[in-house]
């Protein structure tokens, strides 16, 4: 029985994954709603490929404080400067938002960095960008540091 509720679980969770590929994306746009929703495959992926990277990207979404959790503001210097763990950095980057500074709710920030890191990012290492936003303003970057060690997984 447990076997069978595994592979029922499994089957599953490739068919979403499969529609979720063929429903959100459109030419280069990808739904945020459906990255949320599928968050938890794109984040098991992304530390499978690189946990430095998932390090930096969960320090960076929780925000500069201890009461920050909610969201962090695109456009501050926490979000230009990014945080590195490991040689691994993640950061937000503000391409001429209408708003100098522009909310982004933590689930949605962990969400696309993990799409990114997942999906778009480097074959073994996660790295690599993706714009979000109002005229895709906002640039998600995961980068390696030159000169420090890179994950060899």
């Given amino acids: 029985m447990l076997f069978t509720t595994y592979t029922t679980t499994l089957a ?3 068919t979403l994954a499969a529609r979720a590929e063929a ?4 030419g280069n746009t990808v739904s945020s709603d459906l990255m949320v929703t599928l968050d938890w ?4 992926t992304c530390g499978g490929k690189n946990p430095w990277a998932n390090v930096a990207i969960d ?12 969201g962090i503001t695109v456009g501050t210097d926490w979000t230009q400067k990014g ?5 691994y950095l993640a950061q937000i980057l503000n391409n001429n938002c209408p708003s100098n500074s522009v909310w982004v709710p933590w689930n949605y920030c962990e969400a696309q960095f ?12 996660g790295v690599g960008e ?5 005229n895709e303003c906002q640039t998600f970057k995961i980068s390696h540091i030159p000169g420090t060690p890179t994950w060899t997984g």
């Fill in 41 to 44: 495959m794109n984040a098991a």
């Fill in 59 to 70: 320090a960076l979404c929780n925000g500069p404080g201890s009461g920050d959790a909610n």
């Fill in 83 to 87: 945080v590195q763990y490991q040689g």
């Fill in 23 to 26: 429903v959100a994306v459109t």
């Fill in 12 to 14: 599953l969770a490739a």
């Fill in 114 to 125: 993990h799409y990114l890191c997942a999906n778009i990012g480097g074959v073994t290492d």
């Fill in 130 to 134: 993706m714009k979000f936003g109002s």
